[in-house]
């Protein structure tokens, strides 16, 4: 799972970019030079009324699901964001499902803007008449899959603008932490594979000895068979020579008997490979 990340590091990173002298911090309340991205979500946005009708095509545009009352306001965070963003070094960019993401320390980070809505009772005061109503209250979110979410949004002490910086300070860090935890949960995946690996080549090693076993069980019978043929051949001989009886289809017969040994007998039998190779 994700480490937390320590307050302390989020509030060192904060000040380093407060102290950064060149870094984009001031937010007009006013676009003058809005950048491109600021211009592309301004044009996607009034494409259409209805959100999922906007299309982007190839460019990035920063995801808003807001009312047009809080456009303006909600461009000009937009914009330094972005700006901020980028002069930090991280890239704007389509993923790989066309989904608007910021690239930041390998890792792909989506973020989005919304008015905060909330549940208003009617009149007759039941729980299923209840309204969804959104407020003036904007709300900036990062997150990177479903688990790991971390949302920004006005409050009655401090407004967004005020935590534009904040905001940036996390999300490089979330993304860090990230990579870094994603690093180590791949890793950990490569130490299973090689574990897997190993015990399956141990089952095939046990499955290979069991295979040898049955053929020297196997050659071992061929061989008992094999001894008693001869056997048999050599004392019928015997017998016969001595009762007078050994003919000359006797001794064809015992030739034959001899070169079936040879085809029955594990010892004679030219095998292509070592029985004990695997």
Not at 207 to 216: D, F, G, H, N, P
Request: with cysteine; charged share 35%.
């Amino acid at each position: 799972m994700l480490t937390t990340i320590p307050k302390q590091e989020i509030e060192d990173r904060i000040k380093a970019i407060e102290f950064d002298k060149k870094a984009p911090l001031s937010i007009s309340k006013r676009l003058t030079s809005p950048h491109e991205i600021t211009t592309d979500t301004k044009n996607w946005f009034e494409s259409s009324n209805n959100y999922w009708e906007r299309k982007s095509k190839d460019k990035f545009v920063f995801p808003l699901s807001i009312d047009k009352k809080s456009l303006s306001r909600a461009l000009n965070i937009v914009d330094s964001l972005v700006k901020l963003f980028e002069y930090r070094g991280h890239i704007f960019k389509k993923d790989a499902n066309s989904n608007n993401v910021i690239l930041m320390s390998g890792r792909e980070i989506n973020i989005s803007m919304r008015n905060v809505g909330k549940y208003q009772d009617n009149d007759d005061g039941s729980y299923r008449s209840r309204d969804f109503v959104m407020t003036d209250v904007l709300c900036v979110q990062i997150y990177e899959d479903t688990w790991h979410r971390k949302e920004w949004k006005d409050t009655p002490y401090s407004t967004l603008e005020d935590k534009l910086i904040r905001v940036v300070a996390y999300t490089e860090l979330f993304a860090e932490y990230s990579r870094e935890y994603h690093l180590q949960l791949e890793e950990r995946w490569r130490k299973d594979a090689i574990i897997r690996e190993q015990e399956l080549e141990k089952k095939r090693e046990a499955e290979r000895e069991q295979e040898k076993i049955k053929q020297l069980i196997i050659d071992a019978e061929a061989f008992d068979k094999a001894q008693k043929v001869e056997n048999y051949l050599l004392e019928r001989k015997v017998y016969m020579e001595r009762n007078n009886l050994y003919t000359d289809d006797e001794q064809k017969y015992y030739e034959w008997g001899i070169k079936q040994i040879q085809n029955i007998n594990p010892l004679l039998v030219k095998k292509s490979c070592d029985p004990l190779q695997n």
